[in-house]
């Protein structure tokens, strides 16, 4: 998602696109160890087939929604950058009302205006962000200084940075978006946190058999669809139990609601229709492939 090929950054220390404290949410047994894995774009397999792996595939969640040095990269300038610190901190917005909804507990209006901020993250830490923040940077880099860099690189004694600080070269071309995708992980969009937070948040619950997956783009918004429309919406599974939805429709906020049948299927629905690569479940169900891979959102 980040990497930078023309820098030769190293890979690094494996980093988590989506949080172990998230994906505890979502184990499959109470010792909240291992995930059920599902890669989209692939059939269902046992793993018993010749030259096929198992999809899914139980794995340990210190493993599961990461990969390696997915936030570090280094500049065209040669400097280092690791966003996973400041990631880590801004994650602290959240995760004690991320809490207080597993157990079920009533949450204040401040504490929807921290997860706003912690869904906001969740949305731009994901490799889904490259496809609705690219456009965006690519528009913010047709005013790009190229020319105060050149010279200031060049003032430096640094002739052959200078020549790499042009537009004309793809290569420096695409470490810049590589770079500015990266730093923008961290930089809070405070309008869309205000929208989020002025929504009617409804969580809905199952029970028994029923459970909820996730995916490695958990705050779903639906792509060509502003929050601030009358029919925006946003989903983002809480645990296996439980999913927000933030929607527009007038009334109060109503915690805890009891999924009807109808409501359980097309919320899966949503869910899986959000993913980029890969679902998460605390079972090993062939029915969330199938959704997976023939997504149907509700027109």
């Known amino acids: 998602m980040f990497e930078d090929e023309m820098t030769g950054a190293s890979p ?8 172990k404290h998230y994906l505890k949410g979502f184990a499959d047994s109470p010792e909240r160890t291992h995930v059920w894995v599902y890669n989209k774009g692939q059939a269902y397999s046992t793993g018993n087939e010749i030259n096929k792996r198992r999809n899914p595939f139980r794995q340990a969640i210190r ?3 990461a990969a390696p040095g997915v936030y570090r990269l280094v500049t065209l300038a040669g ?9 880590t901190k801004q994650e602290g917005w959240g995760v004690e009302v991320l809490q207080k909804l597993r157990a079920q ?9 921290r997860f706003s901020l912690y869904i ?3 949305r731009d830490r994901v490799p889904a962000r490259a496809i609705h923040a690219l456009p965006f940077v690519r528009e913010a880099m047709k005013n790009y200084g190229w020319d105060l860099l050149q010279r200031k690189a060049a003032e430096e004694g640094r002739f052959a940075l200078a020549r790499k600080f042009d537009p ?3 290569e420096s071309v695409a470490a810049l978006e590589q770079e500015l995708l990266l730093r923008g992980v961290t930089q809070r969009s405070h309008v869309i946190v205000k929208q989020i937070a002025r929504m009617r948040w409804l969580f809905f619950t199952v029970d028994g058999d029923r459970f909820f997956p996730t995916m490695d783009n958990p705050a779903f918004f639906p792509p060509g ?13 809480i645990d296996s139990r439980m999913v927000l939805l933030a929607c527009n429709v007038p009334g109060d906020d109503r915690q805890y609601i009891p999924a009807t049948p109808a409501q359980y299927t097309l919320f899966r629905n949503v869910i899986l229709a959000g993913a980029t690569e890969k679902a998460y479940a605390s079972r090993n169900d062939p029915d969330i492939l199938d959704m997976l891979n023939s997504p149907r959102l509700p027109a």
Request: charged share 20%.
């Open 12 to 19: 690094g220390p494996i980093q988590h696109v989506v949080p």
């Open 63 to 65: 493993s599961a929604g």
């Open 79 to 87: 400097d280092h950058v690791d966003e996973d610190p400041t990631i």
């Open 105 to 113: 507990a009533p949450i204040s209006v401040q504490d929807k205006v």
């Open 120 to 122: 906001d993250l969740m």
């Open 168 to 170: 004309r070269l793809p």
């Open 225 to 237: 669809l502003g929050l601030a429309k009358d029919n925006g919406f946003m989903m983002m599974p």
